[in-house]
């Protein structure tokens, strides 16, 4: 092996070392800011977008902690879906879209204060 062939086999090695420890680095910062947001007690983001793209499920109240109502949506979207076609999850749509543009545009605080602190199930 020549000396060039040697020295670009230590750079590149070199290189690739950099770059792993580097590529290591940012999956933990990836992964610390993951857990961080899932053990976050205020959950708008969540709730929100779960509102908004699958509100008819009433996702996004099992995760504010309102199982009574989660399942009271789940259940007029499939019972009431079945027997009219799908206007029962239409409706539970509709309610999901208003909830997660309503928990979108309240800030942070107001946001927790209303539906977690004070356990606002509707609207």
């Given at each position: 092996m020549s000396e060039n062939e040697k020295d670009f086999?230590?750079?590149?090695?070199q290189?690739?070392?950099e770059t792993s420890d580097e590529a290591k680095k940012t999956a933990n910062e990836f992964s610390d800011?993951?857990?961080?947001?899932?053990?976050?007690?205020?959950?708008k983001i969540l709730a929100?977008?779960?509102?908004?793209?699958?509100?008819?499920?009433g996702i996004h109240k099992f995760i504010l902690g309102y199982n009574?109502?989660?399942i009271i949506m789940l259940a007029v979207s499939i019972v009431l879906g079945a027997?009219?076609?799908?206007?029962?999850?239409?409706l539970?749509?509709?309610v999901?879209?208003?909830?997660?543009?309503?928990?979108?545009?309240?800030?942070d605080e107001e946001f927790y204060n209303t539906y977690q602190v004070g356990k606002k199930p509707w609207f």
């Open positions: 086999e230590g750079k590149a090695k290189f690739a070392k800011g993951v857990k961080d947001a899932l053990n976050q007690d205020n959950k929100g977008i779960l509102a908004i793209v699958v509100g008819a499920l009574k109502e989660g027997f009219t076609c799908g206007a029962g999850a239409g539970m749509g509709i999901g879209l208003i909830e997660g543009i309503i928990y979108l545009t309240k800030s």
